[in-house]
């Protein structure tokens, strides 16, 4: 899984921190991410000692990892409630409002995330911010990448065609579809763009989340800071 900025031990107390509010039982929903995955590694060790849980993956990623280390998995499509979800954030807003999909997976991430009881963000220090300001992740249909980037300029977005690292040509997410990531300067009111990317056709889903994540878990150096929706 990709690392990318931010400190890795504070991902990694983010993480573990998160991944003890699992219990017996529980159906957990595995994000995707660098952040997340310390969090799969922890529920793995959980499970090694006795943890009894079934995850939903995110993302191949997160599937691959779980099967890695021996958290048993339940297809998404066969489950109707999920106890727990712990996912990655690419930014956190004052409010818990999130820009999530930087690795192309907020797709399946938003399905398993509103499903959840209880949606805990984990995440480092560099991922906060009072206003959501970094480009939005908007997943398209192949065949809609042309219409969808003149609807988001008329957004007074600026969309680009997420290309490959180490491929010639775009992202195809795990869905095979396309990302355009949109630049909107500091989004003032994330409600009413993520209405008003949901309803072009021909886009999938958009990585602005808002009045879905419960908490937030950040870590820090000495330990990690915990911010909740309803406080
Ligand atoms: O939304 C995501 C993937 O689609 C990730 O959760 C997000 O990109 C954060 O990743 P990381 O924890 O590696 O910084």
């Not at 109707?80 to 106890?83: C, G, K």
């Not at 220090?125 to 009072?130: D, L, R, T």
């Not at 056709?201 to 958009?206: A, D, F, W």
């Given at each position: 899984m990709k690392t990318p900025g931010g400190s890795d031990a504070a991902k990694r107390r983010a993480g573990e921190h998160a991944a003890d509010l699992v219990t017996d039982g529980d159906t957990v929903g595995l994000g995707t991410g660098s952040t997340a995955a310390h969090a799969i590694r922890a529920l793995g060790q959980a499970v090694e000692d006795g943890l009894d849980i079934r995850g939903v993956a995110t993302s191949y990623a997160s599937r691959d990892l779980a099967r890695e280390v021996g958290v048993p998995l339940v297809d998404l499509g066969a489950v109707?409630?999920?106890?727990v979800a712990i996912d990655g954030a690419d930014q956190v807003s004052d409010d818990l409002a999130l820009i999530k999909g930087g690795g192309a997976a907020h797709a399946r991430e938003k399905v398993v995330d509103a499903a959840a009881e209880r949606f805990v963000v984990v995440a480092d220090?560099?991922?906060?911010?009072?206003l959501l300001d970094r480009s939005v992740p908007v997943e398209v249909l192949p065949d809609a990448r042309g219409t969808v980037r003149r609807a988001i300029r008329e957004l007074d977005g600026t969309p680009t065609l997420r290309a490959a690292e180490r491929k010639d040509g775009p992202v195809v997410t795990d869905n095979g579809n396309l990302v355009l990531d949109c630049e909107f300067g500091a989004i003032s009111d994330p409600a009413a763009l993520a209405t008003d990317l949901a309803t072009l056709?021909?886009?999938?889903?958009?990585g602005l989340f808002v009045d879905l994540a419960d908490e937030v878990h950040v870590g820090h150096a000495d330990g990690v800071t915990v911010r909740r929706a309803d406080e």
């Open positions: 109707e409630r999920i106890d220090p560099s991922k906060e911010a009072s056709p021909g886009v999938v889903e958009h």
